[in-house]
């Protein structure tokens, strides 16, 4: 396991696969490093790509104001990150060859931060992380706990804004984030 300045360093320059052929940075997480709460997305878009940060641009925005909601937030008590570190082009859906070949980092940093809370953003983050055939429309929300971490998955950011219809379920799923971070949380409130 590295350090975190030698994990940064490693990502920062990595060329592990084709991905970092085309990125313009590698998006390597944000957030405070002590976090119980974990955020993973699938990869970043354009604008995390362009600015390397998860989850900005209209989808992240849209992100900050749902942690809002239940008092969380990426300066404050939330890290960000995602299961590839750099963008896939036109916002693909990562290969397994690439999610292989990065996933080792994300590993990493989990094992620095050691949160309590794994929250998957987003179908391929939850088909990753909890098991190979998560449904999120089915299963969005559920609690399993994997090695002492409790997990779930909401819809991604970018998915409700396609589909508002969606924001409902998100407000309940976030209202069971909060009830549980009270629950198993010592320093996140
Ligand atoms: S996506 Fe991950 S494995 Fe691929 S080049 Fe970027 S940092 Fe390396």
Not at 1 to 18: P, R, V
Not at 19 to 32: I, M, S
Not at 82 to 105: F, H, M, S
Not at 147 to 174: C, E, N, Q
């Amino acid at each position: 396991m590295l350090n975190w300045e030698a994990l940064e360093q490693t990502c920062k320059s990595c060329q592990k696969c084709a991905l970092a052929d085309t990125r313009h940075n590698v998006v390597f997480g944000v957030g405070p490093r002590n976090a119980e709460v974990m955020l993973i997305g699938e990869g970043p878009g354009e604008n995390e790509d362009l600015q390397g940060e998860p989850f900005v641009g209209r989808g992240g925005k849209l992100l900050d104001a749902m942690l809002e909601l239940i008092d969380l937030s990426r300066q404050r008590n939330v890290y960000i990150g995602n299961i590839v570190k750099c963008r896939p082009p036109q916002n693909r859906d990562p290969l397994n060859t690439e999610q292989d070949a990065c996933i080792g980092y994300l590993r990493n940093q989990v094992a620095l931060i050691r949160p309590k809370i794994i929250v998957c953003l987003g179908r391929i983050a939850a088909m990753r992380l909890i098991k190979p055939d998560y449904k999120i429309t089915k299963e969005h929300g559920q609690w399993v706990e994997k090695s002492g971490v409790w997990m779930t998955a909401l819809y991604h950011p970018a998915a409700i804004l396609r589909d508002p219809s969606k924001r409902p379920d998100t407000f309940v799923d976030l209202k069971e984030l909060e009830k549980k971070i009270r629950e198993v949380c010592t320093h996140t409130y």
